[in-house]
């Protein structure tokens, strides 16, 4: 079945620290793997694709095959950080699929 | 670019009351979908489109749940009669390629 995991309903850290949020998939083909962030009061955005390999806000995220996982990472976290955080897959070409949904993460950065 | 626009925001109707959602997608977005959020969960697909017709459907509870998109344009969503469990958050977001992009959501409670 094809399934998101993360494990973390809720992850605080304070500002500069760095921050890791866990995701873990299930898929027998080979998936797409997004991030998406909800700030708050506004709509939930991508944050950055698994295959065009770039840092978006100073996070990255590298997808582990053998693992089956899709960490979201910053090295120094910053307080506009603290949002909602999704990791989500498709399992077509291309972001035409339509895309399964972890449960989310709420970072909350502290000062 | 102007962003996927949705109506009403907020809507409130008693159990076994019909309700319909309203959404406009990014202009020369062809593909559409209609995502479900209950409260802690992730959105979960409804519904997709492609143009006016249906690429994906097999979450959408047929019993009670319609959508339509006659112009391959603007799309509708109808809950008939409402469930208690119906009350969520409901999605809409378009893509043309990489990353979906959502409207703000319609946030519907069933008393």
């Known amino acids: 079945a094809q399934r998101v995991t993360q494990p973390e309903k809720l992850l605080s850290v304070f500002k500069g620290a760095p921050v890791e949020l866990k995701c873990n998939y299930s898929?027998?083909?080979?998936?797409?793997l997004f991030w998406y962030v909800q700030y708050s009061r506004q709509r939930l955005q991508l944050l950055l694709r698994?295959?065009s390999r770039e840092s978006i806000k100073g996070f990255t995220a590298d997808l582990n095959k053998g693992e089956t996982s899709f960490h979201l990472k910053k090295p120094f976290a910053q307080e506009e950080d603290s949002a909602m955080y999704y990791c989500a897959l498709s399992g077509r070409s291309g972001s035409q699929g339509n895309l399964i949904f972890g449960k989310g993460t709420k970072l909350s950065v502290k000062p | 670019e102007a962003g996927v626009a949705q109506s009403p925001r907020y809507k409130i109707i008693e159990k076994r009351q019909s309700v319909a959602f309203w959404c406009n997608p990014i202009s020369g977005h062809a593909t559409l979908y209609w995502y479900q959020q209950i409260l802690g969960q992730g959105p979960k697909l409804l519904i997709q489109f492609q143009n006016n017709g249906v690429v994906d459907d097999s979450q959408l509870p047929k019993d009670r749940f319609s959508a339509e998109r006659l112009k391959g344009v603007d799309s509708t969503l109808k809950i008939q009669p409402a469930k208690l469990e119906d009350s969520a958050v409901y999605l809409c977001?378009?893509?043309?390629?990489?990353?979906?992009?959502f409207g703000p959501g319609t946030r519907l409670t069933v008393l």
């Open positions: 898929y027998s083909g080979s998936p797409e």
């Open positions: 977001a378009s893509s043309s390629g990489p990353g979906q992009f």
């Open positions: 698994h295959i």
